[in-house]
């Protein structure tokens, strides 16, 4: 059985973080009034689990604080994490499949919890909700898709340049008046090792290489100073954070996730700006 959740409590829709991101973001009035009154806030404790391959899924959330994962684990105890949940994305996968992972917080989490009849009653009635969740759920495969061309393609030192590029956008990141910024990564080097298919040890090792390369500074083991932003995403071999924003200007946000579908492009040196097509397979 699955711990209890160490809050209950109205959802608070203005004091949230994902208000105007994420699902919520791109949401009408109408729509998100209706999912207001159906909500409530749950809290749960580091390293809680959510629900496991077997629990009833009886509800559906929206991440309102806090980091979750998706984890998968072997007979013998190793761990892979497949993927994060970030504040403003959805919780949900349909009730009746077996998923083939946990979802466990990495850190002290608040859902918005919806309970699954009432959410799929909201879905049949609303149009951008149901529009919303599919854009969400596509992007997701999207990045479980890259992840598994990262994980077979490119080296330990690769894939954590990378994972700090995209924490830019996903993480705290504090822009500062010299044009670089201030990286606050609050998830445990434990959790990256296994996102990203590798140590602890190595994670230490790669980015004190890349403090010495002038890509980063560490500041301590949870801020990273980043002196440029556009040369730690070139050298992830993701589109500059220019373009990227050119790109939110011509071809505007993905409706109700508050990101640009470039934004997600990989685009790795030698390759002559081709993305190139991810596995057909995903683990």
């Given at each position: 059985m699955l711990p209890q959740t160490i809050e209950t409590?109205?959802?608070?829709?203005?004091?949230?973080?994902?208000?105007?991101?994420?699902?919520?973001?791109?949401?009408?009035a109408r729509a998100h009034a209706r999912l207001k009154?159906?909500?409530?806030?749950v809290g749960y404790h580091e390293n809680q689990g959510l629900w496991n391959e077997t629990s009833d899924k009886a509800f559906v959330g929206i991440l309102q604080s806090g980091y979750l994962r998706m984890a998968r684990y072997s007979a013998e105890g190793r761990r892979q994490i497949m993927g994060l949940v970030f504040p403003g994305e959805l919780v949900d996968e349909r009730a009746d499949v077996r998923m083939g992972y946990e979802l466990e917080a990495v850190?002290?989490?608040q859902v918005c919890r919806i309970e699954r009849p009432a959410f799929e009653r909201l879905i049949s009635e609303e149009p951008e909700l149901r529009r919303a969740v599919y854009l969400q759920h596509a992007v997701r495969l999207d990045e479980m898709r890259q992840l598994v061309w990262s994980l077979g393609l490119q080296t330990s030192d690769e894939r954590l340049v990378r994972f700090l590029a995209l924490a830019c956008e996903k993480l705290r990141y504090q822009p500062m008046p010299d044009g670089g910024g201030i990286l606050t990564v609050d998830i445990p080097r434990a959790d990256i090792a296994d996102l990203l298919g590798t140590t602890r040890e190595s994670i230490s090792r790669i980015t004190h290489r890349l403090q010495d390369e002038g890509l980063i500074e560490i500041r301590d083991p949870m801020h990273f100073g980043?002196?440029?932003?556009?040369?730690l995403r070139r050298s992830a071999g993701l589109v500059p954070a220019r373009a990227a924003n050119a790109n939110?200007?011509?071809t505007g946000h993905v409706q109700g996730l508050g990101i640009a579908p470039d934004d997600l492009a990989m685009k790795p040196p030698g390759t002559g700006g081709r993305t190139p097509a991810p596995p057909s397979v995903v683990a």
């Open positions: 409590r109205p959802s608070g829709c203005l004091s949230c973080q994902a208000y105007t991101k994420g699902i919520c973001g791109g949401l009408p009154a159906r909500s409530y806030a850190t002290p989490a980043i002196p440029d932003l556009d040369r939110r200007r011509t």
